[in-house]
């Protein structure tokens, strides 16, 4: 065979490679779209234990903030303190904070249907009817 009728080589990851680059492109897209995707349960929980302290040592600091060297010190000791006994809690056990989260949704999910249950019971016709008693055109006898 001459050289220009020769087929390359095919490349047996070429398929793998070419999924790559697609799900590459489709997390870029939606990243530029809907922002970065939340983290895992335990790293929001950084997150957020993040925002608290760095609210708390705002109100602390500044011309308008609660002065006083006491107290600023007493906020960063007690920060300090719950920041020590937080991290490695996070650290060894992520995925209870995982389990924790989808449990909650679970309980969401589980409270808003009963919720909906009873709202339908309640606005049902049949149920309407049936307590609002006699109306005032029937005829009770009591005394039978």
Known sequence: MSEAT????????AWADACAEDLAAEKARRREQYGTPPGSAAE??????????????????GPAGLSGMAAQGAVQQLISQAKSAVEPVIERNPEVFDHLAAAGGELLAAYRSAVEGHERRWTSDDDRKRDEGPGPTEHIDLDD
Request: glycine content about 4%.
């Open 44 to 61: 929001e929980l950084r997150k957020l234990f993040e925002a608290v302290t760095d609210k708390l040592s705002g109100l602390f600091e």
């Open 6 to 13: 020769e087929r390359p080589a095919p490349d047996a990851d």
